[in-house]
């Protein structure tokens, strides 16, 4: 759908939820009369926070939340996965990958037994404040907002980072002249390294016997792209 903010047409997401007022939807044909083709899948109005009469105020708003994976496989234990590997083996007509010494050395832990779903994904804490200025009177009426979103992601050297700027102004000059002015920046960072899709692609499909790191100390995963 299309989505405007104070009639300005941007991402719903750039909208820090503190400074929303209200939210309209129009979903009939009326929205396509207005806002032409672009409301063929109907139209999210947004209208943030304004000022309000009274003496300057000074707020602030902020969470703290804990983000992580909503599937988490559990490993089946080192002994029965080979020995079902080696089973597979059998059934194809293919030589034992394993052998007892094998299995045994990989339950004392002298050989590699990863959980690489654990090793690529880690759980994080997500941030967000919001500072806001607001206050007027009968005849002006002003607002300033500030706000910062950090949302490190679940994979190492991933982030999302997000800094949001409002302020606006409503002045009254008489009964029928008003003037109103707003101001917005936002400004986005993003992490997300060149490769990683391959990485966690891979992770879910890694042989929990084969090494984080070889040898020549290329890594397991995408090994590729070292």
């Given at each position: ?121 880690k759980a ?15 005849s002006s ?86």
């Open positions: 759908p299309l989505v405007l903010v104070d009639g300005v047409e941007m991402a719903l997401q750039d909208v820090p939820a503190t400074e929303v007022e209200s939210i309209s939807v129009l979903k009939d044909a009326a929205s396509a009369s207005i806002y032409g083709s672009r409301a063929a899948h109907g139209v999210i109005l947004v209208t943030t926070k304004r000022g309000q009469e009274g003496k300057m105020k000074v707020s602030y708003d902020g969470y703290i939340g804990f983000q992580d994976r909503a599937t988490k496989p559990e490993l089946v234990s080192a002994r029965d996965y080979m020995e079902m590997v080696n089973e597979a083996q059998l059934n194809s007509g293919r030589k034992l990958m394993y052998t007892e010494d094998d299995i045994l050395a990989t339950i004392r832990g002298d050989k590699p037994y990863i959980n690489y779903l654990d090793e690529v994904y994080e804490f997500v941030t967000e404040h919001t500072v806001k200025l607001t206050g007027g009177n009968e009426k002003y607002m300033a907002s500030f706000n910062y979103l950090d949302q490190p992601g679940l994979t190492a050297n991933t982030e999302f980072k997000r800094y949001n700027f409002r302020m606006n102004a409503d002045i009254k000059v008489n009964n029928y002249v008003k003037f109103s002015s707003d101001i917005s920046y936002r400004h986005n960072e993003r992490l997300w390294p060149e490769g990683l899709e391959d990485a966690q692609y891979q992770a879910w499909t890694m042989n929990p016997t084969t090494p984080i790191r070889y040898e020549n100390g290329n890594y397991a995963l995408s090994q590729n792209r070292n």
